[in-house]
């Protein structure tokens, strides 16, 4: 059974109250982004996120964006690379065009995900950085053990 087909623990509607940040729908952001704790973006964002908290894109949220964070939960819309120290959960109809880093990665039946996928221990969102899109590695990789 492949790792990001397990859940290893149950996710949790998120509630207003627990929010750090939220960009709304009627947001255009271009640039980097940096935060602490959880922030849920409804709106456009383009450049590049960097935390080590949590980044929830929400149903309406478009991002064309590398993004380096603790958790990162997609309802929407992603292009660009996700490397999350923690978890990466794609839910519902979200759309991801990039390549995955992390420890642990949930996809949901309904979730358009063209990419890579790289699951390793946890590290550091600092010490690792983003592979860009066009430099990935392309080579085949045996799973047998």
Do not use: Q, W
């Amino acid at each position: 059974m492949l790792g990001f087909m397990r859940r290893s623990r149950p996710s949790r509607p998120i509630r207003s109250r627990d929010l750090t940040a939220f960009i709304d729908e009627g947001s255009d952001i271009e640039g980097t982004y940096s935060f602490s704790g959880t922030v849920m973006l409804n709106g456009k964002l383009a450049g590049e996120i960097v935390s080590n908290d949590t980044l929830i894109v929400g149903e309406k949220g478009v991002v064309h964006a590398n993004i380096r964070a603790g958790v990162v939960i997609v309802s929407g819309e992603i292009v660009g690379n996700v490397l999350a120290s923690e978890r990466v959960e794609l839910r519902g109809k979200a759309r991801l065009f990039g390549d995955v880093e992390s420890p642990v990665v949930v996809v949901e039946e309904g979730v358009l995900f063209e990419g890579h996928c790289r699951m390793r221990t946890s590290t550091p969102v600092e010490a690792t950085a983003v592979v860009a899109a066009a430099g990935r590695d392309r080579s085949v990789v045996s799973l047998t053990r």
